[in-house]
Structure formats: structure tokens, C-alpha cells
């Protein structure tokens, strides 16, 4: 879940448990880490794992994901394209049971989403091809929201369709590949 992580290890055989819970959204699985070091060091395990070195490597490689997804999102960009009018897509977006809703807002020069219809659930929407916008923020402006991090591309596209009179009554997001 955005914003905590946690790890647990029971040990019925030794009546032990090793229990670590975070409030944060580190760049790595840092409380399973160091449930594993735990339990090595509870259990005195000879060899133990180097997990600075895989601390290290996991965030340099986080730390690079926000450019390899815009990357990746720029080289599968059609060039030439434009939006239609923003007023065109305002409106409130409801999935087929009626349980979530997704409410687009104009705001002066461009389109906000706001993931329920709420005010602190407001993301600016950048035009990126087509009928086609995206959400995507810095990682730390996402993790500072509790938003989840390390999604691929389509996770940040939100694509609009028109019925055949050009209204746009629909929109798709991949929310869960």
C-alpha cells in the first residue's frame, strides 16, 4: 500500500516473531530487508546477505525511474497531434459497477483529473497524443500523495473516446495491467 510497507516473520518453533512496519514509501522494500537481517541476526546465520549493496542498487536504479518512463513515454509519442477543445472532456467518468468515478475539471489553460472528485486527489493532465493525456508527476510530488511509484507508462494515460456525434462520453485507464 502507498505510503507504509511491513514485514513479519514468525517463528512458531522458537516462539519468536520479527515484526518491522514503515509510515514511508522508501526507494526500496526496506522493511522486508531488514526483516531478513533480523532474523539472521536472530538466528546467527553464518553467512549473512550484503543488504547495503542491494540498498544501493535498488535506489539508483528507482532514482532512474522517472527518467526511463518519460523517456519511454517520449519514443512512443505520435508527433502532430492536438487535443479537441478542453471543455470537451470535462465531466465525471464512471466505471461499469458505479463504484469509482474519475471527475475532469478545466482549470484556465488546462484539464485537472481528480480521482474520486476529490480536491486533494487533483492531478494536472498534460496532452500527450490524440485524446490521450497523462498524469504522470515527479516521483517525489507522487510519493509525497501517497501515489505509487514505479508504474509502467500506461499506468499515467488517461485515453478519451468520442460516440459518433464527436461527444466524448469515455475514458480508459489502466489502472491494473
Known amino acids: 500500500m502507498p505510503g507504509s510497507y511491513?514485514?513479519?516473520?514468525?517463528?512458531?518453533?522458537?516462539?519468536?516473531?520479527i515484526v518491522v512496519l514503515t509510515n514511508t514509501a522508501p526507494r526500496c522494500d526496506l522493511a522486508d530487508w531488514m526483516t531478513q537481517l533480523l532474523t539472521e541476526t536472530l538466528f546467527d546465520f553464518p553467512k549473512k546477505n550484503d543488504y547495503v549493496c542491494w540498498v544501493r542498487k535498488t535506489v539508483?536504479?528507482?532514482?532512474g525511474w522517472h527518467a526511463?518512463?518519460?523517456?519511454?513515454?517520449?519514443?512512443?509519442?505520435?508527433?502532430?497531434t492536438?487535443?479537441?477543445p478542453l471543455d470537451k472532456y470535462v465531466g465525471r467518468y464512471f466505471n461499469a459497477a458505479a463504484t469509482?468515478?474519475?471527475?475532469l475539471?478545466?482549470?484556465?489553460d488546462r484539464l485537472l483529473i481528480l480521482f474520486g472528485g476529490r480536491e486533494d486527489e487533483a492531478f494536472p493532465l498534460q496532452h500527450y497524443?490524440?485524446?490521450?493525456?497523462?498524469?504522470?508527476?515527479?516521483?517525489?510530488?507522487l510519493v509525497t500523495r501517497a501515489r505509487s511509484v514505479l508504474q509502467e507508462p500506461s499506468y499515467y494515460m488517461i485515453r478519451f473516446e468520442a460516440?459518433?456525434?464527436?461527444?466524448?462520453?469515455?475514458?480508459?485507464?489502466e489502472h491494473d495491467s
Open 68 to 80: 526511463r518512463i518519460t523517456a519511454d513515454m517520449e519514443r512512443n509519442r505520435k508527433t502532430g
Open 60 to 63: 539508483e536504479a528507482e532514482l
Open 129 to 141: 497524443q490524440d485524446d490521450t493525456f497523462s498524469w504522470l508527476q515527479s516521483r517525489n510530488e
Open 163 to 173: 460516440s459518433q456525434e464527436e461527444t466524448v462520453d469515455r475514458l480508459f485507464w
Open 82 to 84: 492536438s487535443a479537441r
Open 105 to 108: 475539471r478545466r482549470n484556465d
Open 6 to 17: 511491513s514485514g513479519v516473520n514468525i517463528f512458531p518453533e522458537t516462539e519468536s516473531a
Open 100 to 103: 469509482l468515478f474519475l471527475e
